[in-house]
């Protein structure tokens, strides 16, 4: 059943057979207040002190006050120049009605006023958890991260049993299951995955919330589009059971999640695509160093590989274990620069130091790698090269390469007509451990080595 854009009223899921009802116009949602959304439970319950005090006071004044004074003027003047009883008696009821109606108009005020306080509070809280979950985005690096986050913020923002997030894939296919939210969501997708679909596909052709109203305590629903420039890229659903139902004001929540969602998605993909990127680049530079130096094939991978492993073990993580595995790839990328059939000499890989960090620091991705590059030949004695810096001077991430570059020359078939067993290349290592190489991390690869956690192998295919 396609839907036209400009439907109103109730439309009939054929799967459900239930009314679904669309939310006519776009949401907007209000951005006003935001700046004091994070006021404390206790300032609420001051501010709603202080304005029950406000209105007993005009109460006081506007009501009790004229009506004392009326009574007064009544007793004093009206009640002794009337001559029946009956007249009194009304007059009296009169006065006293006029006070319960008083009594009860301010009652019911004040009942409006604590249930208006307590929706903005209940707003300021969803619009507070918005923004929360908005600063959280910027840590979101995985399309897959950014959708578990939208899922379970759209579950306990509108206290659902169960919250999904459908995404598109090709242009022909409709919106699939993405990420789900709730100990029973799996379950209540499977008994009401039809009227749930139909629900994901309305909003997703409309480009417009939908709305399935609860009817006997079955469920409630609510699916509002993930919007791009090009359409819809998704849908985040929310599905409430029993009693619960949908304001159209957690519906304007909802989409703004949903907008926030859309953001962070793009976002997120165009770091995959750059991650992919990177790595591909990567892998292009290393295969075009082995065939510029035609020896020495796959030295950079394996350079990596120990890397990465000493790397975890000193408890390196994150961007800083990454950023390892790339400069130790690219440690030797200097030497594109320089002739292959150049003698090697100590001048010479000075050169490849400087000239791969000035590579590398030209470009914006690569650019936290140059220092790495740059002094990886540094000795921790200070006796290396470029600037013979020493100790915790040199980078953490240049004393790992230097180490497992020594290691991966010693023990490499193309560096030595006779190439040193790993046993023999651990006793070279300790010999120069507080020389050459940082002695913890001396300690540390040995153990690797012990632990079975290091391979030494024929170096991989070209």
């Known amino acids: 059943m396609l839907v036209p854009r400009g439907a109103r009223g109730a439309l ?11 939310a006519t ?11 004091t959304m994070h006021s404390s439970g206790s300032q609420s319950r001051l501010f709603a002190g202080t304005l029950d005090r406000a209105a007993f006071l005009v109460f006081f004044l506007g009501a009790v006050v004229p009506l004392v004074g009326m009574a007064v003027v009544m007793d004093r003047f009206a009640f002794p120049s009337v001559e029946s009883g009956a007249i009194e008696a009304a007059l009296i009821a009169g006065l006293v009605s006029i006070g319960v109606l008083t009594l009860g108009s301010f009652l019911v005020l004040r009942e409006m006023m604590h249930r208006t306080l307590a929706r903005m509070d209940r707003d300021n809280e969803r619009l507070s958890g918005l923004l929360e979950w908005s600063n959280g985005l910027e840590a979101a690096q995985h399309v897959t991260e950014v959708l578990a986050m939208a899922s379970t913020r759209a579950r306990e923002m509108e206290d659902a049993a169960a919250s999904y997030v459908f995404l598109k894939g090709d242009e022909d296919a409709g919106p699939s299951l993405a990420a789900s939210a709730g100990p029973e969501a799996d379950l209540l997708y499977t008994r009401h995955a039809g009227a749930i679909e139909e629900l994901v596909r309305i909003a997703s052709e409309t480009r417009r919330p939908a709305m399935r109203e609860a009817r006997s305590g079955e469920l409630a629903a609510a699916a509002v589009p993930l919007p791009s420039d090009a359409g819809a890229v998704g849908v985040l659903a929310v599905l409430k059971t029993g009693e619960g139902h949908i304001e159209p004001h957690e519906v304007d ?3 703004t999640l949903a907008g926030m969602c859309s953001v962070a998605l793009h976002n997120a993909d165009l ?25 020495h094939r ?3 991978q394996r350079v990596a590989q120990l890397s990465n492993r000493l790397g975890r073990a000193i408890g390196l993580e994150g961007d800083q274990l990454q950023r390892l595995h790339f400069a130790a790839l690219l440690h030797d990328i200097g030497m594109l620069k320089l002739d292959r059939n150049q003698q090697m000499s100590r001048a010479t890989c000075e050169k490849h130091c400087m ?17 790495i590059v740059y002094h990886h030949h540094e000795w921790f004695d200070g006796t290396g090269y470029p600037d013979r810096i020493a100790g915790a ?3 953490i991430e240049s004393r790992i390469i230097g180490l497992c570059d020594a290691v991966d020359s010693m023990t490499s078939e ?49």
């Open 355 to 371: 000239q791969g960090s000035r590579m590398l620091s030209r470009i914006r991705l690569w650019r936290e790698l140059a220092p």
């Open 271 to 295: 770091r995959d695509a750059q991650r992919n990127f990177f790595s591909h680049v990567t892998d292009i530079l290393v295969t075009a160093l082995d065939s510029h130096l035609g020896f």
């Open 298 to 300: 796959g030295h950079g």
């Open 414 to 462: 193309s560096s030595y007509r006779t190439p040193r067993s790993l046993d023999l290349a651990l006793v070279e290592l300790q010999r120069c451990a507080g020389t050459q190489f940082d002695p913890k991390l001396v300690e540390a690869f040995a153990a690797l080595a012990r632990d079975g956690m290091i391979d030494i192998g024929p170096p991989p295919e070209a």
């Open 393 to 395: 001077a040199i980078p």
């Open 253 to 255: 929540a909802l989409a």
């Open 12 to 22: 009939y899921s054929r799967a459900a057979g239930r009314p679904i009802r669309l």
């Open 25 to 35: 116009g776009g949401l907007r949602p209000d951005r006003q207040g935001m700046g």
